[in-house]
């Protein structure tokens, strides 16, 4: 085996464990801070990925609802049910307000991988309670991937959680492309410019 090759097997090892190495110590930090200072009971958990991580005013815009703010790198569902047991059951909120990148795979895998996770939490949560309302945050159009990511696999997404959601009564989902679609200067065309950040990929305040 040549050494370019052998260099190019060990950089493809190495990243996955440098994202697990960077989410455990997110992990760790939270699980610490909660130890030391426990969250409010009665709270909305938002957890996913950076839309909601680079969310800095969550916590006062959702004052009113103690929302917990959980949110750490590009956080699949994989990453989200691994860490269940640390930053989403032991909060027991009163509501779960998710958002992850859309997953790259079939129909049918996403379908199941979604069902999956909302089983994983409803089984292990408090049964002397109700299922925890989950709160889907659907894929939304960005700058960055509107004529590649969106149109292949973003809208899939979407419309893969609402069929879920209109067969489950603890699953919503939110629609948030819709909205931000109607700020496009034509049909067929992306969201206004105004409503993401600088990188053109997360959303501001605005958005």
Same mark, same amino acid.
């Given at each position: 085996?040549?050494?370019?090759?052998?260099?190019?097997?060990?950089?493809?090892?190495?990243?996955?464990?440098?994202?697990?190495?960077?989410?455990?110590? $997110?992990?760790?930090?939270?699980?610490?801070?909660?130890?030391?200072?426990?969250?409010?009971?009665?709270?909305? +958990? &938002?957890? #996913? @990925?950076?839309?909601?991580?680079?969310?800095?005013?969550?916590?006062?815009?959702?004052?009113?609802?103690?929302?917990?703010?959980?949110?750490?790198?590009?956080?699949?569902?994989?990453?989200?049910?691994?860490?269940?047991?640390?930053?989403?059951?032991?909060?027991?909120?009163?509501?779960?307000?998710?958002?992850?990148?859309?997953?790259?795979?079939?129909?049918?895998?996403?379908?199941?991988?979604?069902? $999956?996770?909302?089983?994983?939490?409803?089984?292990?949560?408090?049964?002397?309670?109700?299922?925890?309302?989950? +709160? &889907?945050? #659907? @894929?939304?159009?960005?700058?960055?991937?509107?004529?590649?990511?969106?149109?292949?696999?973003?809208?899939?997404?979407?419309?893969?959680?609402?069929?879920?959601?209109?067969?489950?009564?603890?699953?919503?989902?939110?629609?948030?492309?819709?909205?931000?679609?109607?700020?496009?200067?034509?049909?067929?065309?992306?969201?206004?410019?105004?409503?993401?950040?600088?990188?053109?990929?997360?959303?501001?305040?605005?958005?």
């Amino acid at each position: 085996m040549s050494s370019e090759i052998q260099l190019s097997l060990a950089i493809c090892l190495a990243i996955p464990n440098l994202v697990f190495a960077q989410f455990e110590s $997110d992990i760790h930090a939270w699980v610490t801070q909660d130890a030391r200072n426990p969250p409010v009971q009665n709270s909305v +958990l &938002f957890i #996913g @990925a950076s839309t909601i991580r680079v969310y800095e005013a969550l916590t006062r815009d959702f004052a009113d609802y103690n929302a917990i703010q959980r949110g750490f790198g590009s956080a699949s569902l994989d990453d989200l049910s691994r860490y269940a047991d640390e930053i989403i059951l032991p909060y027991d909120p009163e509501v779960i307000v998710m958002f992850t990148r859309s997953p790259e795979t079939t129909e049918d895998n996403i379908r199941q991988d979604y069902l $999956d996770f909302f089983e994983l939490i409803h089984s292990k949560q408090n049964q002397d309670r109700p299922p925890i309302p989950i +709160l &889907f945050v #659907g @894929a939304y159009p960005r700058l960055t991937t509107f004529a590649g990511r969106w149109i292949t696999t973003g809208q899939t997404h979407n419309s893969i959680i609402q069929q879920i959601a209109a067969e489950n009564d603890a699953v919503h989902f939110v629609d948030t492309a819709s909205r931000m679609l109607e700020t496009a200067a034509e049909p067929s065309q992306p969201p206004a410019e105004h409503l993401f950040a600088t990188d053109r990929h997360h959303l501001n305040a605005e958005g």
